[in-house]
């Protein structure tokens, strides 16, 4: 099973790196590998310190792919 959070489930309206909106999906096999991914997404692409954004809030956003 593979966890993933989508970025702009916590950033709407969230710029790419293109300028684009943000579509990068963070993924795992734990939540805390999420967890640990998106933070360093948000960090290099926009500039957001992921202590800033709870880590219950990237969990509530987590979702599991069984395929």
Known sequence: ???FARCNALLSLA???????????A???SDDDVVKDM???LTSVHQVDPS???????LATTKTNNG
């Open 15 to 25: 710029m790419d790196a293109s300028g684009k909106g943000c579509r990068y999906v």
């Open 52 to 58: 800033e954004i709870p880590k219950a809030n990237i």
């Open 27 to 29: 993924k795992g096999a």
């Open 39 to 41: 933070g360093e997404h």
């Open 1 to 3: 099973m593979v966890r």
